[in-house]
């Protein structure tokens, strides 16, 4: 059911499977990205029809793979794709997002407070930074860059012998 004055479609069967109770915050991030997240041009407006399925979902099916209690860096987040979702899922994970670019991260701090996500925080800068200053043992991105190119990223960031 779509929401009255909502602007972003109404979730999918999948999403409602994939949140369970965290539905109504995935609902509220869904509203933020077909709002605000268009007008700061972190997410193109043709992607409002697509919202659930094509980003929404497609990030949170990943959380199946994320012990209980993980540390996580997502690597170019953008409007938090995949890991604000990840962490709307997953409550238990603590979520670090990296983004260089201002206006994105400044849109992410808005939208993780607005979430009510304690477990977020947001860096800014590049992934390259970051090296030998933080370790976690999950690492995700998508869509930043080639694979060998992100590869070397996310590799300082992960202890050794990690896959
Ligand atoms: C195409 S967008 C993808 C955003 C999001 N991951 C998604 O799937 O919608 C690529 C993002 O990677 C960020 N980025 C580019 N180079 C980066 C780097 N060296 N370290 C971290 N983020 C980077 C960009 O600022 C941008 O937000």
């Not at 909502?6 to 999403?15: D, E, G, N």
């Not at 407006?45 to 497609?58: G, M, Q, S, Y």
């Not at 603590?94 to 260089?100: A, G, H, K, R, S």
């Amino acid at each position: 059911m779509k929401h009255e004055g909502s602007i972003a479609p109404a979730p999918s069967r999948s999403a409602s499977e994939v949140f369970g109770d965290r539905l109504p915050i995935a609902i509220a991030y869904a509203e933020l990205l077909a709002t605000t997240g268009i007008e700061h041009g972190l997410i193109g407006p043709r992607e409002t029809a697509k919202l659930w399925d094509r980003h929404i979902v497609n990030c949170a099916v990943m959380e199946s793979l994320l012990p209980h209690l993980s540390k996580v860096i997502d690597i170019g987040s953008g409007a938090g794709l995949p890991g604000l979702v990840l962490a709307i899922a997953r409550p238990d994970l603590q979520v670090t997002l990296i983004e260089p670019l201002q206006r994105r991260t400044n849109w992410l701090e808005v939208a993780v407070k607005e979430l009510g996500l304690s477990h977020v925080r947001v860096w800014r800068g590049r992934a390259e930074e970051f090296a030998g200053r933080v370790q976690v043992p999950y690492v995700t991105a998508r869509a930043v860059a080639r694979l060998d190119k992100l590869y070397g990223w996310a590799a300082p960031l992960l202890p050794e012998g990690a896959s």
